[in-house]
């Protein structure tokens, strides 16, 4: 049980690094004109679909068994680097 509340611990933490980059994520965003925003709708959608998946995966983390409880860490750690590499992707991919 401690490990799972260390890796949720460790969520908490990853995701609040992830709010900041969100963040600048959409304050450029609404800089951008109305062009510039419906070429990057894919990947907003991707960046959504990513999100709702890592959040499934933190519900099941949250509900696993001691004998699941790796099986949905790595789960949950998959997505989130699939997460971040989407918000990191669409920065750098933002004029």
Same mark, same amino acid.
Request: proline share 0%; glycine share 2%; aromatic share 6%.
């Given at each position: 049980m401690q490990m799972k509340e260390e890796? @949720?611990? !460790? *969520? =908490?933490a990853e995701v609040e690094d992830l709010a900041v !980059? *969100?963040?600048? @994520?959409? $304050?450029?965003? $609404?800089?951008?004109? =109305?062009? =510039? /925003?419906?070429?990057? /709708?894919? &990947? @907003?959608?991707y960046l959504r679909n990513r999100f709702a998946d890592f959040k499934k995966r933190i519900e099941e983390l949250e509900e696993a068994s001691d004998d699941r409880? &790796?099986?949905? #860490?790595?789960? $949950?750690? @998959?997505?989130? #680097?699939?997460l971040e590499h989407a918000v990191d992707a669409l920065l750098a991919a933002l004029p």
């Open positions: 890796y @949720l611990q !460790r *969520v =908490v !980059r *969100v963040a600048q @994520l959409k $304050a450029r965003i $609404a800089k951008q004109k =109305v062009s =510039v /925003n419906l070429q990057f /709708n894919g &990947e @907003l959608e409880l &790796e099986e949905a #860490h790595d789960a $949950a750690e @998959l997505a989130w #680097h699939d």
